[in-house]
Protein backbone atom coordinates (compact mmCIF):
# COMPACT_ATOMS: atom_id res chain seq x y z
CA UNK A 1 0.00 0.00 0.00
CA UNK A 2 1.25 3.90 -0.89
CA UNK A 3 0.49 6.10 1.21
CA UNK A 4 1.05 10.07 1.57
CA UNK A 5 0.86 10.49 5.17
CA UNK A 6 -0.31 14.00 5.03
CA UNK A 7 -2.52 16.09 3.49
CA UNK A 8 -5.59 18.31 4.14
CA UNK A 9 -8.95 19.53 3.39
CA UNK A 10 -10.68 22.56 3.70
CA UNK A 11 -13.80 24.29 2.41
CA UNK A 12 -12.31 27.73 2.43
CA UNK A 13 -13.62 30.84 4.81
CA UNK A 14 -11.51 33.24 5.51
CA UNK A 15 -12.75 33.90 8.83
CA UNK A 16 -11.75 29.89 9.27
CA UNK A 17 -8.76 29.91 7.49
CA UNK A 18 -6.80 33.25 8.96
CA UNK A 19 -3.57 31.49 8.67
CA UNK A 20 -3.79 31.86 4.87
CA UNK A 21 -2.71 35.53 4.54
CA UNK A 22 -1.14 38.09 2.01
CA UNK A 23 1.01 35.68 -0.40
CA UNK A 24 -0.83 32.60 -0.06
CA UNK A 25 -3.54 33.28 -2.35
CA UNK A 26 -3.24 30.05 -3.70
CA UNK A 27 -4.98 28.35 -1.03
CA UNK A 28 -7.84 30.80 -1.13
CA UNK A 29 -10.18 28.01 -2.34
CA UNK A 30 -11.87 24.58 -1.88
CA UNK A 31 -9.52 21.63 -1.94
CA UNK A 32 -11.55 18.60 -1.33
CA UNK A 33 -11.17 14.65 -2.10
CA UNK A 34 -12.01 14.82 -5.44
CA UNK A 35 -8.74 17.65 -5.88
CA UNK A 36 -6.64 15.03 -3.96
CA UNK A 37 -7.45 11.89 -5.94
CA UNK A 38 -6.31 13.09 -9.04
CA UNK A 39 -3.16 13.97 -7.51
CA UNK A 40 -2.99 10.65 -5.90
CA UNK A 41 -2.79 9.05 -8.95
CA UNK A 42 -0.80 10.64 -10.93
CA UNK A 43 2.32 9.80 -8.05
CA UNK A 44 0.71 6.31 -8.48
CA UNK A 45 -0.19 6.43 -4.50
CA UNK A 46 -2.99 4.19 -3.62
CA UNK A 47 -4.41 6.16 -0.49
CA UNK A 48 -4.01 9.36 1.93
CA UNK A 49 -4.21 10.11 5.39
CA UNK A 50 -5.84 13.29 6.00
CA UNK A 51 -5.05 16.00 8.70
CA UNK A 52 -6.89 18.08 10.55
CA UNK A 53 -6.49 22.12 9.31
CA UNK A 54 -8.83 23.78 12.16
CA UNK A 55 -9.26 23.02 15.91
CA UNK A 56 -12.49 22.33 15.84
CA UNK A 57 -14.57 19.19 16.33
CA UNK A 58 -16.93 19.64 13.95
CA UNK A 59 -14.19 19.15 11.23
CA UNK A 60 -12.87 16.44 12.57
CA UNK A 61 -16.17 15.06 11.81
CA UNK A 62 -16.60 16.05 8.56
CA UNK A 63 -13.43 14.79 7.29
CA UNK A 64 -14.40 11.43 9.17
CA UNK A 65 -17.62 11.53 6.98
CA UNK A 66 -15.42 12.39 3.72
CA UNK A 67 -13.50 8.95 4.75
CA UNK A 68 -16.76 6.86 4.90
CA UNK A 69 -17.15 8.70 1.60
CA UNK A 70 -13.77 7.87 0.02
CA UNK A 71 -12.10 4.55 0.98
CA UNK A 72 -8.73 6.20 -0.42
CA UNK A 73 -8.24 8.29 2.74
CA UNK A 74 -7.31 5.55 4.83
CA UNK A 75 -7.32 7.46 8.12
CA UNK A 76 -8.14 10.60 9.83
CA UNK A 77 -5.82 13.13 12.19
CA UNK A 78 -8.28 14.80 14.11
CA UNK A 79 -8.64 17.19 16.68
CA UNK A 80 -10.21 17.23 20.04
CA UNK A 81 -9.40 19.80 22.90
CA UNK A 82 -7.14 17.72 25.04
CA UNK A 83 -7.43 20.53 27.72
CA UNK A 84 -10.91 20.38 28.46
CA UNK A 85 -12.24 18.16 31.13
CA UNK A 86 -14.48 16.40 28.31
CA UNK A 87 -11.25 15.06 26.33
CA UNK A 88 -11.75 11.65 27.27
CA UNK A 89 -15.55 11.97 26.14
CA UNK A 90 -14.41 13.28 23.01
CA UNK A 91 -11.79 11.19 22.42
CA UNK A 92 -14.44 8.29 22.94
CA UNK A 93 -16.74 10.21 20.78
CA UNK A 94 -14.61 10.54 17.73
CA UNK A 95 -13.19 7.48 18.50
CA UNK A 96 -15.67 4.79 18.23
CA UNK A 97 -15.47 5.53 13.83
CA UNK A 98 -12.47 3.33 13.05
CA UNK A 99 -11.34 6.20 10.84
CA UNK A 100 -9.91 7.79 13.61
CA UNK A 101 -6.23 7.34 13.52
CA UNK A 102 -4.72 10.13 15.48
CA UNK A 103 -4.98 13.56 17.71
CA UNK A 104 -3.25 16.51 16.28
CA UNK A 105 -3.06 20.13 18.00
CA UNK A 106 -1.42 23.16 16.32
CA UNK A 107 1.55 23.30 19.44
CA UNK A 108 3.39 25.45 16.93
CA UNK A 109 1.20 28.40 17.24
CA UNK A 110 0.71 28.08 20.95
CA UNK A 111 2.18 31.24 22.68
CA UNK A 112 3.49 29.24 25.83
CA UNK A 113 6.54 27.35 24.05
CA UNK A 114 5.85 24.88 27.31
CA UNK A 115 2.26 24.02 26.61
CA UNK A 116 2.22 20.56 25.11
CA UNK A 117 3.96 19.93 29.17
CA UNK A 118 1.08 21.99 31.34
CA UNK A 119 -0.73 19.57 33.18
CA UNK A 120 -4.16 19.96 32.17
CA UNK A 121 -2.78 19.02 28.12
CA UNK A 122 -0.56 16.28 29.73
CA UNK A 123 -3.74 14.96 31.15
CA UNK A 124 -5.90 14.94 27.87
CA UNK A 125 -2.90 12.95 25.93
CA UNK A 126 -3.00 10.17 28.97
CA UNK A 127 -6.51 9.96 27.88
CA UNK A 128 -5.55 8.83 24.36
CA UNK A 129 -3.48 5.47 26.18
CA UNK A 130 -5.30 2.29 25.21
CA UNK A 131 -7.38 4.07 22.19
CA UNK A 132 -4.53 2.56 19.26
CA UNK A 133 -4.79 6.84 18.57
CA UNK A 134 -1.25 8.38 17.65
CA UNK A 135 -0.65 11.89 18.67
CA UNK A 136 1.03 14.18 15.40
CA UNK A 137 3.90 16.34 16.43
CA UNK A 138 3.48 19.76 14.84
CA UNK A 139 6.18 22.03 16.24
CA UNK A 140 9.05 24.31 15.26
CA UNK A 141 13.25 23.35 15.93
CA UNK A 142 12.59 25.61 19.29
CA UNK A 143 10.25 23.43 20.52
CA UNK A 144 12.41 19.71 20.05
CA UNK A 145 13.44 19.78 23.77
CA UNK A 146 10.02 20.14 25.02
CA UNK A 147 9.34 17.71 23.18
CA UNK A 148 11.83 15.09 23.97
CA UNK A 149 10.31 15.70 27.51
CA UNK A 150 7.07 14.77 26.34
CA UNK A 151 7.37 11.81 24.65
CA UNK A 152 9.50 10.69 27.94
CA UNK A 153 6.93 11.02 30.09
CA UNK A 154 4.59 9.09 27.61
CA UNK A 155 6.59 5.68 26.55
CA UNK A 156 3.35 3.87 25.40
CA UNK A 157 1.93 6.53 23.44
CA UNK A 158 2.79 6.35 19.35
CA UNK A 159 4.31 9.68 18.39
CA UNK A 160 4.62 11.38 14.50
CA UNK A 161 7.01 14.11 14.18
CA UNK A 162 5.46 16.30 11.49
CA UNK A 163 7.45 18.30 8.86
CA UNK A 164 10.50 17.19 10.43
CA UNK A 165 9.93 19.68 12.46
CA UNK A 166 10.34 22.61 10.38
CA UNK A 167 13.68 23.07 10.29
CA UNK A 168 14.85 26.39 8.54
CA UNK A 169 15.61 25.32 4.93
CA UNK A 170 15.50 28.44 3.45
CA UNK A 171 18.77 29.63 5.62
CA UNK A 172 20.42 26.14 5.14
CA UNK A 173 20.88 26.06 8.86
CA UNK A 174 21.26 22.29 9.84
CA UNK A 175 22.43 23.13 13.60
CA UNK A 176 21.32 22.65 16.09
CA UNK A 177 17.80 21.55 14.47
CA UNK A 178 19.96 18.13 13.46
CA UNK A 179 21.48 17.58 17.09
CA UNK A 180 18.02 17.79 18.79
CA UNK A 181 16.44 15.97 15.60
CA UNK A 182 18.91 13.16 16.46
CA UNK A 183 18.11 13.02 20.21
CA UNK A 184 14.27 13.18 20.02
CA UNK A 185 14.27 10.15 17.47
CA UNK A 186 16.53 7.86 19.96
CA UNK A 187 12.82 7.60 21.46
CA UNK A 188 11.30 4.14 19.31
CA UNK A 189 8.11 5.33 19.97
CA UNK A 190 9.03 8.34 17.73
CA UNK A 191 8.35 8.36 13.96
CA UNK A 192 8.47 10.92 11.08
CA UNK A 193 7.15 12.32 8.02
CA UNK A 194 9.25 13.68 5.77
CA UNK A 195 6.97 16.47 4.57
CA UNK A 196 6.42 19.95 4.53
CA UNK A 197 10.12 20.70 3.19
CA UNK A 198 9.58 22.89 0.48
CA UNK A 199 7.20 25.59 2.50
CA UNK A 200 10.20 25.93 4.42
CA UNK A 201 12.56 26.33 1.88
CA UNK A 202 12.49 29.51 -0.41
CA UNK A 203 8.94 29.02 -1.59
CA UNK A 204 10.11 31.13 -5.30
CA UNK A 205 13.66 29.27 -5.69
CA UNK A 206 14.29 26.24 -3.95
CA UNK A 207 15.98 23.14 -5.70
CA UNK A 208 16.40 19.48 -4.27
CA UNK A 209 19.29 20.20 -3.34
CA UNK A 210 18.42 22.73 -0.76
CA UNK A 211 16.28 19.67 0.93
CA UNK A 212 18.41 16.67 0.57
CA UNK A 213 20.52 17.49 3.87
CA UNK A 214 17.82 17.58 5.78
CA UNK A 215 16.34 14.76 4.61
CA UNK A 216 19.64 12.99 5.40
CA UNK A 217 19.40 14.05 8.76
CA UNK A 218 16.10 12.63 9.19
CA UNK A 219 17.23 9.48 8.05
CA UNK A 220 20.27 9.56 10.13
CA UNK A 221 17.87 10.10 13.35
CA UNK A 222 15.24 7.78 12.43
CA UNK A 223 16.57 5.56 9.95
CA UNK A 224 14.80 4.12 6.73
CA UNK A 225 12.22 2.12 8.80
CA UNK A 226 10.79 5.13 10.75
CA UNK A 227 10.32 7.68 7.94
CA UNK A 228 6.94 8.33 6.04
CA UNK A 229 6.17 10.59 2.59
CA UNK A 230 4.03 13.26 2.87
CA UNK A 231 3.01 15.64 0.11
CA UNK A 232 1.38 18.66 2.67
CA UNK A 233 -0.77 19.02 -0.05
CA UNK A 234 -2.45 21.88 -0.77
CA UNK A 235 -0.27 23.60 1.60
CA UNK A 236 3.02 22.64 -1.03
CA UNK A 237 1.35 24.40 -3.55
CA UNK A 238 2.98 27.55 -1.91
CA UNK A 239 6.08 26.37 -3.38
CA UNK A 240 5.56 23.39 -5.88
CA UNK A 241 2.82 21.15 -7.16
CA UNK A 242 2.11 18.01 -5.56
CA UNK A 243 3.76 15.84 -8.66
CA UNK A 244 7.26 18.18 -7.85
CA UNK A 245 7.38 17.28 -4.06
CA UNK A 246 6.46 13.59 -4.53
CA UNK A 247 9.21 13.40 -7.32
CA UNK A 248 11.94 15.08 -5.03
CA UNK A 249 11.43 12.70 -2.58
CA UNK A 250 11.04 9.54 -5.07
CA UNK A 251 15.13 10.77 -6.87
CA UNK A 252 16.16 11.54 -3.15
CA UNK A 253 15.14 7.72 -1.92
CA UNK A 254 16.93 6.35 -4.82
CA UNK A 255 19.34 5.42 -3.33
CA UNK A 256 17.19 3.33 -0.36
CA UNK A 257 17.02 -0.18 -0.91
CA UNK A 258 13.70 -1.19 -2.30
CA UNK A 259 12.29 -2.30 1.02
CA UNK A 260 13.03 0.74 2.49
CA UNK A 261 11.46 2.76 -0.46
CA UNK A 262 8.52 0.64 0.11
CA UNK A 263 8.40 1.71 3.90
CA UNK A 264 8.57 5.39 3.16
CA UNK A 265 6.20 5.64 0.65
CA UNK A 266 4.05 3.59 2.55
CA UNK A 267 4.70 0.44 4.75
CA UNK A 268 5.48 2.81 7.86
CA UNK A 269 2.55 4.91 7.89
CA UNK A 270 0.39 1.73 7.53
CA UNK A 271 2.59 0.26 10.79
CA UNK A 272 1.84 3.27 12.48
CA UNK A 273 -1.63 4.82 11.83
CA UNK A 274 -3.55 1.65 10.42
CA UNK A 275 -2.79 -1.15 12.58
CA UNK A 276 -5.72 -0.75 14.36
CA UNK A 277 -7.90 -0.41 11.29
CA UNK A 278 -7.69 -3.81 9.74
Not at 113 to 131: K, P, S, V, Y
Not at 177 to 201: N, Y
Not at 253 to 276: I, N, P, Q
Request: hydrophobic fraction near 45%.
Amino acid sequence: MRIDAHQHFWTYDPAQYGWIGEGMEVLARDFGPKHLQAELEGAALDGAITVQARQDLDETRWMLDMAREHPFLRGVVGWVDLCSKEAAAQLEELGADPGLVGIRHVLQDEPDDRFMLREDFQRGLAAMAGTGLVYDLLIFPRHLTHAIELVDRFPEQPFVLDHLAKPPIARAELEPWRADLIRLAEREHVTCKVSGMVTEADWARWRPEDLAPFMDAALEAFGPDRLMFGSDWPVCTLAASYQAVHAVAMDWASKLSADERASLFGECAARVYLKHCS
